[in-house]
């Protein structure tokens, strides 16, 4: 911004002192008379007009178009913020939710009240930066394998802690969790 200050200081003296020098060189006497005052007089203030105003009206253009761009970019960063806290919030819940399945006995049905999560879960995994090829792999599954429980439920009424377990504890629960964490690094900068 400070740079942008100092071109703005400079447009100003030589919009000051350039015309003060137009019209010295106007009213020196020279030796040969080309035409009268009055006619170059009106030929600089034309060109020299029109040379000033598109240097003004491109700097007020340059500088909204800046000022938009950064707006958007901020906007956008914005955006990606919210959906990153979007999907992390629901990789907590859920894990939470899931991981307490193993300290229940294996024979206590889950019914379909238990199995909560947003059905858009991909929109926000669109927007986490910084996923390696693994970890998206794991949201993906991990999601997959939430729908999967809920499918089972809705067609069965409710299944088993053992069966959840089985689709979650045994190889996803670690995968996940390094995913949350990661994503926790992430929102805190």
């Known amino acids: 911004?400070?740079?942008?200050?100092?071109?703005?200081?400079?447009?100003?003296?030589?919009?000051?002192?350039?015309?003060?020098f137009t019209n010295g060189l106007l009213v020196m006497k020279v030796p040969i008379q080309v035409a009268s005052d009055n006619d170059w007089i009106g030929f600089f203030a034309c060109y020299y007009g029109a040379i000033f105003g598109g240097i003004i009206g491109g700097l007020?253009?340059?500088?909204?178009?800046?000022i938009t761009l950064k707006k958007q970019e901020s906007s956008e960063n914005e955006e990606r913020s919210n959906h990153q806290k979007m999907l992390y919030t629901q990789l907590v819940f859920t894990y939470e939710m899931f991981s307490a399945?193993?300290?229940?006995?294996?024979?206590?049905?889950?019914?379909?009240d238990f199995v909560i999560y947003d059905h858009d879960w991909n929109m926000h995994l669109i927007f986490v930066?910084?996923?390696?090829?693994?970890?998206?792999?794991?949201v993906v599954n991990w999601f997959y394998a939430m729908g999967n429980i809920e499918n089972a439920v809705r067609r069965?009424?409710?299944?088993?802690a053992r069966w959840v377990s089985q689709v979650f504890l045994n190889?996803?629960?670690?995968?996940?969790?390094?995913?949350?964490?990661?994503?926790?690094l992430e929102l805190e900068k």
């Open 1 to 20: 911004m400070k740079k942008y200050f100092w071109l703005i200081i400079i447009g100003i003296i030589i919009m000051i002192i350039f015309p003060i």
């Open 60 to 66: 007020f253009t340059f500088l909204g178009v800046r």
């Open 101 to 112: 399945c193993g300290n229940l006995e294996p024979e206590v049905r889950i019914e379909s």
């Open 129 to 138: 930066k910084n996923l390696t090829k693994d970890e998206f792999r794991w």
């Open 171 to 184: 190889d996803r629960l670690p995968e996940i969790e390094k995913v949350i964490e990661k994503l926790k």
């Open 156 to 160: 069965n009424g409710s299944v088993t």
